[in-house]
T-cell receptor
Framework: GESVGLHLPTLSVQEGDNSIINCAYS??????FIWYKQESGKGPQFIID?????DKRQGQRVTVLLNKTVKHLSLQIAATQPGDSAVYFC?????????????FGSGTRLQVQP | GAVVSQHPSRVICKSGTSVKIECRSL??????MFWYRQFPKQSLMLMAT?????????EQGVEKDKFLINHASLTLSTLTVTSAHPEDSSFYIC????????????FGSGTQLSVL
C-alpha cells in the first residue's frame, strides 16, 4: 500500500555541518509534503512544507527538495546546531482518500555532535 | 503560528479505568482534528479523524468502542480510552487543521499514557 519511508534511521553530524535527511514516498498522487521535527516527549513541530508543483522551497536554515520523478523528498539543514537534535519525520497528504490526514514516514534521528 | 493545546501531558492509570484526553485549538477553529498514537521509537499512526458535529472516522484496526472520540465544538476534541489495558500505554497526539486556502496541520504536545 501507500507508504512514506526514510532511508536512514539515524544521522550523526558535527555542529556547523550541513545535514541532509531523505524520505521516499510511494503514492504518486500525493501533492503536499511536510517535514516535522519531534523532540523527546513532545508533539511534532512543523518545519517546512512543499506542494507538488514546486521542486524546492527554502526557509530559515532549511531547504526542502522534491523530486517527483523518483518520488523522493529531502530536508537540508544548514549549519546544524545542537538544538536541531531530534527525530525528523516527513509526511504526505493523501488526497486520494479525501480525508486530508497525514501519513508519516518512519523518522530519522538527527544527532548533532558538539 | 496556530496553537493546539493537549491535556494532560502525562497520565498514569490502573488497568480497567478510563482516561480522557483533551485537544483544543486555541486561536483558530478546527472542523477536523486527528488523533495519532505513537509507540516508542516509532512513527505516528493515525487512529481516527474527528469531525465537528458528526461521528469520528476510525482507521482500520482501531476499536471505536474503546477509543471514544467526541468533537462537540469547533475548538475541542476529546479522546477517551475506555477500560484501559497495559497495551494501551502509548504517546497520544492530536492535531488540528486550520481552514481556508492555506490549510496547515498543527500538533498538540502529546499525552503519555501509562496503564499499570
Amino acid at each position: 500500500g501507500e507508504s512514506v519511508g526514510l532511508h536512514l534511521p539515524t544521522l550523526s553530524v558535527q555542529e556547523g555541518d550541513n545535514s541532509i535527511i531523505n524520505c521516499a514516498y510511494s503514492n504518486s498522487a500525493s501533492d503536499y509534503f511536510i517535514w516535522y521535527k519531534q523532540e523527546s516527549g513532545k508533539g511534532p513541530q512543523f518545519i517546512i512544507d512543499i506542494r507538488s508543483n514546486m521542486d524546492k522551497r527554502q526557509g530559515q536554515r532549511v531547504t526542502v527538495l522534491l523530486n517527483k520523478t523518483v518520488k523522493h523528498l529531502s530536508l537540508q539543514i544548514a549549519a546544524t546546531q545542537p538544538g536541531d537534535s531530534a527525530v525528523y519525520f516527513c509526511a504526505e497528504n493523501l488526497l486520494d482518500t479525501g480525508r486530508r490526514a497525514l501519513t508519516f514516514g518512519s523518522g530519522t534521528r538527527l544527532q548533532v555532535q558538539p | 503560528g496556530a496553537v493546539v493545546s493537549q491535556h494532560p501531558s502525562r497520565v498514569i492509570c490502573k488497568s480497567g479505568t478510563s482516561v480522557k484526553i483533551e485537544c483544543r485549538s486555541l486561536d483558530f477553529q478546527a472542523t477536523t482534528m486527528f488523533w495519532y498514537r505513537q509507540f516508542p521509537k516509532q512513527s505516528l499512526m493515525l487512529m481516527a479523524t474527528s469531525n465537528e458535529g458528526s461521528k469520528a472516522t476510525y482507521e482500520q484496526g482501531v476499536e471505536k468502542d474503546k477509543f471514544l472520540i467526541n468533537h462537540a465544538s469547533l475548538t475541542l476534541s476529546t479522546l477517551t480510552v475506555t477500560s484501559a489495558h497495559p497495551e494501551d500505554s502509548s504517546f497520544y497526539i492530536c492535531s488540528a487543521r486550520t481552514q481556508g486556502g492555506n490549510e496547515k496541520l498543527f500538533f498538540g504536545s502529546g499525552t503519555q499514557l501509562s496503564v499499570l
